[in-house]
């Protein structure tokens, strides 16, 4: 499976931007899918998760404010982030796992390069 992410920019706190993941090698709706925000120095933090089954999962710090979706058709995850803060700042990472019933999410792909989303006035 390999996977592009892009998307990320400069954005003013408040702002809004829609991330993509373009998945090739493998049809997305098979997949659980799952994005990443990694910060310089920290680790690479779950951000949300959609499963093959449509349910999608959303960390508490972005919830209400951050919605995961996915267009089979297109073969691509999106992750819609919304009211966008200055601590949102970071490199997005997408990639495919193993969605498990009690929330725990194993990824399984390469990571990419990622994209890098900015918030600042």
């Known amino acids: 499976v390999q996977l592009q992410a892009y998307g990320g920019g400069l954005v003013q706190p408040g702002g809004s931007l829609r991330l993509s993941c373009a998945v090739s090698g493998s049809a997305v709706s098979t997949l659980d899918m799952g994005w990443y925000r990694q910060v310089p120095g920290q680790v690479r933090d779950l951000v949300a998760v959609?499963?093959?089954?449509?349910?999608?999962d959303i960390e508490d710090s972005v919830k209400g404010r951050f919605t995961i979706s996915r267009d089979n058709a297109e073969n691509t995850v999106y992750l819609q982030m919304n009211s966008l803060k200055p601590e949102d700042t970071a490199v997005y990472y997408c990639n495919p796992g193993r969605y498990y019933s009690n929330g725990y999410f194993s990824p399984f792909g390469s990571w990419g390069q990622g994209t890098q989303v900015t918030v600042s006035s």
């Open positions: 959609i499963s093959t089954g449509g349910y999608t």
